[in-house]
Nanobody
Framework: QVQLAESGGGLVQAGDSLRLSCVAS????????MGWFRQAPGKEREFVAS????????YYTDSVKGRFTISRDNAKNMVYLQMNILRPEDTAVYYC???????????WGQGTQVTVSS
């Protein structure tokens, strides 16, 4: 059983940057693919970014490409989401997720709020 805990959210202005962090415990971190998702008010949760467990390849939803960067530190059991040039439409609760395979995401954090004012 893997436990995930996000941190780093907050209230910022458009154009600012934030770095979200997620610490994992209870499992062998390097064995999990890691991802970030977000859910805005009144909307479904959506994929933001992911990083593979074996080769570290990264994937992004189109709206964040060139602005967000996902990374991981296997020695620290951490995954990060560097968010630059934030926009009001990035406002959401951001969730960290982990998966052991290539299909469903097995574990989720509690989320951290990101609010971007215009």
């Amino acid at each position: 059983q893997v436990q995930l805990a996000e941190s780093g959210g907050g209230l910022v202005q458009a154009g600012d940057s934030l770095r979200l962090s997620c610490v994992a415990s209870g499992g062998t971190f390097r064995n999990y693919g890691m991802g970030w998702f977000r859910q805005a008010p009144g909307k479904e949760r959506e994929f933001v970014a992911s990083i593979r467990r074996n080769d570290g390849n990264t994937y992004y939803t189109d709206s964040v490409k060139g602005r967000f960067t996902i990374s991981r530190d296997n020695a620290k059991n951490m995954v990060y989401l560097q968010m630059n040039i934030l926009r009001p439409e990035d406002t959401a609760v951001y969730y960290c997720a982990a998966r052991g395979g290539m299909n469903s995401w097995d574990y989720w954090g509690q989320g951290t709020q990101v609010t971007v004012s215009s």
